[in-house]
């Protein structure tokens, strides 16, 4: 992906993938991991994602800043939160979510892959 907009640039050293139109780069730190998930305009977890991991909603925490674009998720419980770049992020497990706009939206985590939630003291899923 070459390009002059460093958010969207390769990243130097880190792993990349490609999973259903979402770009992730990957960097070791520690007993974690840094990434940076480019979402395309479009992307919607329900519709892109979901087939693939089988699970009515993303288990995922997600815990970092937005930098560039903006998402909305939605929990199961219908509880609804956008974040528009620049902005902390924090996603309980438990939601869909999508690009509102028409501009990708980067992400930088800090991600334990299966145990990011524990690790950042979030329940496993979300609820009131």
Request: proline share 5%.
């Given at each position: 992906m070459a390009t002059n907009d460093p958010l969207l640039a390769p990243v130097r050293g880190a792993e990349h993938r490609d999973l259903n139109g979402v770009q992730i780069d990957i960097t070791p730190a520690g007993t974690g991991r840094v990434r940076r998930v480019v979402y395309q305009p479009g992307f919607r977890w329900s519709t892109h994602m979901k087939p693939q991991v089988n699970t009515d909603l993303c288990m995922h925490a997600h815990v970092g800043?937005?930098?560039?674009?903006?998402?909305q998720i939605e929990y199961g419980d219908g509880c609804r939160l956008r974040f528009v770049a620049p902005q902390a992020v924090a996603i309980e497990p438990?939601?869909?979510?999508?690009?509102?706009?028409?501009a990708p939206a980067v992400m930088i985590e800090v991600d334990f892959e299966g145990n990011t939630a524990t690790q950042f003291?979030?329940?496993?899923?979300?609820g009131h």
């Open positions: 800043f937005i930098v560039s674009g903006e998402i438990g939601h869909d979510g999508w690009v509102v706009g028409d003291g979030m329940p496993a899923i979300h």
